[in-house]
């Protein structure tokens, strides 16, 4: 319960009535009668007030709501009966959510249904909870304010933000891909596994040519291949302390997510399972499966990982997936190294290669990329710029090693990452490495 500023405005008045009475000499008849009526009015405002019925809310907002996205929202307001009332509304949320459109002024008439309508934006992945809503009340006369809570309980859960993967199924994959860059070529009775019989084509090769199909129809038959299917590809995501660099508002691990969500998507309408491994932070383990609805099934399981503070043990990561996973596999590890790390990344590739192919996407802050675009005036910033080459350097040296190890390495900022994923990934697949 609170006085609203036009009570306060009264109050002010009266004291100044009664200051000026006192140094003017005015009749104290006057003054208690104006507080005596001043009393009975705002006694009388406060007395309606506490007898004005509650409102009834009802919220719609999503189950599940992509991060870093603005989304709809609304309250439905009843008021069953009573006077007509002013309500200043507010969302008890939590402070990862941003609100637009609250808190809000509504005038409601006895028996009216009102909708308000809002929006709500979530900066961080995970489960959380709506509990209440809260609005604040007006007397008749407006002297005074009573706020009321109102629970309205709501799971929400905050999903990865795969958006591209909902334009590429729209769109068609082979137009959306287009649009980032690359060019799959369709190759003519070329692949690695057999896909169908069709009639020859000029520039067909001589050996592609089935002979017996071709006797039987009187016409020159070719085998026509495509890219194996059936195979295997594991994502070893790192989620220590490397991938909580965030660049824009966004750190590594949410773009790594989504690019991993972007090129199982592509794998899964290829006809290859897709499963993946959290280490660092987390300890998670969803095997390789099969099915066109991957995607939803990888976010229900990677939507609330979050990077932690702990440092990423890339060997031991290694044996366990080794543990784990039985058959071969493109295992892609998403990480965010520095030279240190090469020793134990090193390791972890020579004892993955005895069974899988691997492939390494190594996250690099896009600070280094507009480096020397700058101007250097001053010491410290040439200091920043020969300590930035030198860091450089060791990762091109990182790099040559993995690479002579037999790994694919991508060195790439997270802007290129679902671009750099999905190339490397038609190209191991086009190759007939895996």
């Not at 509504?106 to 909708?115: D, E, H, K, M």
């Not at 909902?166 to 060019?183: D, F, S």
């Not at 002979?211 to 995501?237: C, G, M, N, P, Y």
């Not at 250097?376 to 190890?405: D, I, K, P, V």
């Amino acid at each position: 319960m609170m006085p609203t500023a036009r009570h306060l405005t009264l109050l002010g008045g009266l004291c100044l009535i009664a200051l000026l009475s006192d140094i003017f000499q005015a009749p104290v008849a006057m003054v208690y009668t104006l507080i005596i009526f001043y009393l009975l009015w705002v006694g009388s405002d406060l007395l309606r007030l506490w007898q004005l019925p509650g409102l009834q809310l009802q919220r719609q907002l999503d189950a599940n709501i992509p991060v870093r996205e603005w989304v709809d929202a609304s309250l439905r307001l009843t008021l069953e009966h009573g006077r007509p009332q002013r309500l200043l509304l507010e969302e008890l949320r939590d402070a990862v959510f941003e609100c637009d459109g609250l808190p809000a002024e509504v005038w409601l008439q006895a028996g009216q249904q009102a909708t308000l309508n809002y929006r709500l934006r979530a900066n961080r992945r995970g489960s959380f909870a709506f509990q209440a809503v809260q609005y604040r009340l007006f007397s008749p006369a407006g002297f005074w304010s009573r706020k009321r809570t109102v629970p309205l309980p709501q799971p929400v859960r905050v999903q990865p933000n795969y958006q591209a993967v909902v334009n590429m199924t729209l769109q068609g994959e082979e137009q959306a891909v287009a649009r980032m860059g690359l060019r799959l070529q369709r190759r003519r009775g070329e692949g690695t596994e057999f896909h169908q019989l069709r009639e020859y084509r000029a520039g067909d090769a001589i050996r592609k040519i089935d002979w017996k199909a071709t006797s039987r129809a009187r016409k020159l038959i070719s085998k026509e291949f495509r890219d194996e299917q059936d195979q295997q590809l594991v994502f070893l995501l790192d989620t220590g302390r490397r991938m909580r660099h965030s660049e824009a508002g966004i750190n590594f691990m949410d773009d790594t997510i989504n690019a991993m969500l972007l090129v199982s998507h592509i794998a899964a309408r290829q006809g290859d399972a897709v499963g993946f491994m959290a280490f660092g932070n987390h300890q998670h383990w969803c095997p390789p499966q099969k099915h066109k609805s991957i995607v939803k099934q990888l976010v229900d399981h990677c939507f609330d990982i979050q990077p932690g503070l702990v440092h990423s043990d890339y060997l031991r990561s290694a044996q366990r997936l080794l543990e784990l996973q039985k058959r071969r596999a493109l295992v892609v590890i998403l990480t965010n190294t520095r030279d240190e790390d090469s020793e134990d990344l090193e390791k972890a590739v020579v004892l993955l290669r005895k069974r899988h192919l691997v492939a390494i996407a190594d996250l690099q802050e896009d600070f280094f990329c507009h480096l020397e675009q700058q101007d250097f005036n001053h010491s410290e910033q040439a200091l920043t710029y020969l300590a930035a080459q030198q860091y450089q350097q060791s990762r091109q040296q990182m790099q040559r090693s993995l690479t002579g190890l037999g790994a694919v390495y991508l060195d790439c900022i997270a802007n290129d990452l679902p671009a750099r994923l999905v190339g490397a990934y038609q190209q191991i697949k086009s190759s007939g490495r895996l």
